[in-house]
């Protein structure tokens, strides 16, 4: 079963590996060869390391399967004390060919891993066992299993791979990550009905919502912004000062839920939110004939933070700036102007500690944080059609609200 699936992925001889070894650079890109190759830099710090490198990828044909199997296997083995990397394998240029797994390595001298690799194993999960040979400095990989712990004694040499141009990840966003239209969600729920019994109560949901296309009524204004940047404050003061009707993506009729989907892996819980943002489209359509609309996130968010979370690293692995992934939806409603909120990491952090978010939580605001909040933010700016305009969150609330009120009267003659 697990070779008749990775034969379907193409050979391996041909598909590039990609290893998540220093967030802060580019993945480290090798291939597979059947003679040693000299390995030097990065590659032999990631392959000459002392204890003991796995590699672990999931193969199943069913995607809602494969997805929790991968969130399985990273919280089992976040909580063994390894040292993990996110990898991928793929095809170059080739549209979801991407296998998504890890790099494991264990220092520790009870073999920490090995419990978990055994567990695994029953599963659709390969494993390979890697190997350096200090003194030629070149390394390979065989497939592992828990009773020969190696299982093919075919040895497949690592082999340096230049990088390639679009991070592995950007392959695999499209209808799996972020949704591109209704039905592309609609589906995933659908496949999951089963597990989470919720899906069928927020199809229903969307069910009832009546298939709507917005008239010539009053102006849609989206707000958005990372958390804590004032988007509540801001929405709250321009649904009193322009008699405006404040709406909310998830809409309030999905809060039962969103815990549930919350802790499913991203394809469950981004259709989640790709859902709600239809449902809040019928609702904007029906107010906007009556008053402005006020919208505290849409799609933006969504598509922000699910391509930030698919990105490994660095701002320099988001799609590039021209990519189709930043394109609007063509089946949801678009708002008149969309407004991002900002604020320097410093003030972020205040606002933070001064609303009572204990302590943990804000330990954990460090730097692969920070890593993720500037691609949330620049995935943001990337979106096009319509794009948001940046508005400093910094001064005092009135001071914000007056920038705004500027920018509406501006830009919807509000
Ligand atoms: N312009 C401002 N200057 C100083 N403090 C502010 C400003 N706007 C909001 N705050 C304070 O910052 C905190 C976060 O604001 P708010 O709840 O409006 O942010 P948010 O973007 O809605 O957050 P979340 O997305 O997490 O719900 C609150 O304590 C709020 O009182
Ligand atoms: N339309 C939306 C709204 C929210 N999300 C996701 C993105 C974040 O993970 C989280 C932030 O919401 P908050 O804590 O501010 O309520 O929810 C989304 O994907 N789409």
């Known amino acids: 079963m697990l070779k008749r699936a990775m034969f379907r992925c193409g050979p391996l001889c041909s598909r590039v590996f990609a290893v998540e070894f220093?967030?802060?650079?580019?993945?480290?890109?090798?291939?597979?060869?059947?003679?040693?190759?000299?390995?030097?830099?990065?590659?032999?710090?990631?392959?000459?390391?002392?204890?003991?490198?796995?590699s672990l990828y999931v193969h199943s044909e069913n995607r809602i399967e494969k997805a929790r199997m991968y969130a399985e296997i990273k919280h089992k083995l976040s909580t063994r004390g390894c040292d993990v990397?996110?990898?991928?394998?793929?095809?170059?240029?080739?549209?979801?060919?991407?296998?998504?797994?890890?790099?494991?390595?264990?220092?520790?001298?009870?073999?920490?891993?090995?419990?978990?690799?055994?567990?695994?194993?029953?599963?659709?999960?390969?494993?390979?066992?890697?190997?350096?040979?200090?003194?030629?400095q070149h390394c390979w990989q065989e497939m592992w299993s828990a009773v020969n712990h190696v299982e093919e004694s075919v040895k497949q040499y690592i082999k340096p791979a230049a990088a390639a141009e679009h991070h592995p990840?950007?392959?695999?966003?499209?209808?799996?990550?972020?949704?591109?239209?209704m039905d592309e969600a609609y589906k995933v729920l659908q496949e999951c009905a089963d597990i989470i019994p919720e899906s069928k109560e927020v199809l229903k949901l969307v069910d009832e919502q009546l298939k709507t296309t917005r008239g010539n009524g009053f102006p849609v204004i989206v707000i958005e912004g990372l958390d804590a940047t004032g988007k509540t404050t801001l929405t709250?003061?321009?649904?009193?000062?322009?008699?405006?009707?404040?709406?909310?993506?998830?809409?309030?009729?999905?809060?039962?839920?969103?815990?549930?989907?919350?802790?499913?892996?991203?394809?469950?819980r981004r259709a989640f939110y790709a859902l709600g943002n239809y449902i809040t489209a019928t609702h904007i359509a029906k107010e906007s004939l009556r008053a402005p609309v006020i919208v505290d996130r849409y799609w933006h968010s969504t598509a922000a933070y699910a391509i930030a979370t698919?990105?490994?690293?660095?701002?320099?692995?988001?799609?590039?700036?021209?990519?189709?992934?930043?394109?609007?939806?063509?089946?949801?409603?678009?708002?008149?102007?969309?407004?991002?909120?900002?604020?320097?990491?410093?003030?972020?952090?205040?606002?933070?500690?001064?609303?009572?978010q204990d302590k943990t939580t804000e330990e954990a605001e460090l730097e692969i944080n920070q890593l993720f909040r500037l691609k949330v933010e620049e995935a943001y700016k990337r979106i096009q059609n319509p794009s948001c305009i940046t508005v400093d969150a910094s001064p005092s609330p009135q001071e914000v609200l007056k920038q705004v009120h500027h920018l509406i009267r501006n830009k919807c003659h509000l």
């Open 22 to 54: 220093d967030l802060h650079t580019k993945p480290l890109y090798f291939t597979l060869s059947s003679s040693p190759q000299v390995l030097h830099g990065d590659h032999q710090q990631l392959f000459g390391d002392c204890g003991k490198l796995f």
């Open 169 to 181: 990840s950007t392959l695999s966003i499209s209808n799996s990550d972020v949704f591109y239209c």
């Open 236 to 268: 709250e003061a321009l649904r009193q000062s322009l008699n405006a009707t404040l709406l909310k993506s998830p809409p309030q009729c999905l809060a039962p839920f969103r815990q549930r989907f919350d802790s499913e892996p991203p394809l469950i």
């Open 310 to 356: 698919a990105v490994g690293g660095r701002v320099e692995n988001l799609p590039k700036p021209d990519s189709e992934l930043y394109v609007w939806p063509e089946d949801l409603l678009q708002p008149d102007l969309v407004l991002l909120l900002t604020v320097s990491p410093e003030e972020r952090v205040r606002r933070l500690r001064d609303r009572g």
């Open 85 to 136: 990397f996110e990898a991928s394998s793929f095809m170059p240029n080739v549209r979801n060919s991407v296998l998504k797994g890890f790099f494991v390595r264990d220092k520790s001298t009870t073999c920490l891993s090995k419990e978990v690799l055994k567990s695994l194993q029953q599963q659709k999960v390969s494993v390979c066992v890697f190997s350096y040979e200090r003194e030629g």
